[in-house]
């Protein structure tokens, strides 16, 4: 069975009614996933927030559990990682380094095989040569800050905004986008898991 951990801040808005949205339409789809979800600055037994789950009520789903705090066990637990945010993931990969190759921002994740993930790619290598160089003290090249920032302007943006404290209708705009994002990965699951398996994922 595939593992997966979706990890957001305090794990009682944004990860959970990823959860149960992803419980739902991976029931659905037929696809065999245990999904679970954490917070990276979780405390531990605090309730789902209250417009999260009345989203999920408007949508006749299951709420999730109490929220989970982040741990090596969770991490460890999970063939895959899936973020709400760029920063939810670099705070993952910072205490957990071992979880590089199965991490990924939900947004990022879900555009696998899509063209635009090779600016995403080149943006990274870009951004990791420049950051060797600043402890070399070698200057970044004029056409490498350029296409860097060109790349930058293209790419889009991977994070989903944090509803915490808004209106019910917040709550639901963010849940409509999560489960749009999740539609698509579900239906490039199984290209991406046999792609997985080839790459020795």
Not at 41 to 65: C, F, Q, T, V, Y
Not at 126 to 135: C, F, G, P, T
Request: hydrophobic letters at 35%; a negative charge; proline letters at 6%.
């Amino acid at each position: 069975m595939n593992r997966v951990l979706i990890v957001c801040t305090g794990n009682t808005c944004r990860s959970p009614m990823a959860e149960a949205i992803f419980k739902d339409l991976a029931a659905r789809s037929g696809k065999p996933l245990e999904i679970r979800s954490a917070g990276i600055s979780a405390p531990s037994g605090s309730p789902i927030s209250p417009n999260a789950a009345e989203a999920l009520r408007k949508r006749k789903l299951e709420l999730p559990g109490p929220s989970t705090l982040l741990t090596s066990e969770e991490v460890l637990w999970a063939n895959l990682i899936l973020t709400m945010t760029a920063g939810h993931k670099r705070a993952i990969l910072e205490r957990y380094p071992e979880a590089l190759s199965k991490t990924y921002t939900l947004k990022e994740y879900a555009l696998r095989g899509d063209p635009v993930m090779d600016d995403v790619a080149e943006a990274e290598r870009l951004y990791s040569e420049w950051q060797v160089k600043q402890l070399l003290g070698e200057p970044m090249s004029d056409e490498e800050k350029s296409r860097l920032f060109e790349l930058q302007r293209r790419i889009p943006d991977f994070d989903i905004a944090d509803p915490f404290g808004g209106p019910l209708a917040l709550y639901e705009q963010t849940a409509d986008e999560i489960e749009d994002v999740l539609l698509t990965l579900i239906d490039k699951w199984d290209e991406n898991r046999s792609g997985d398996r080839k790459n020795g994922d």
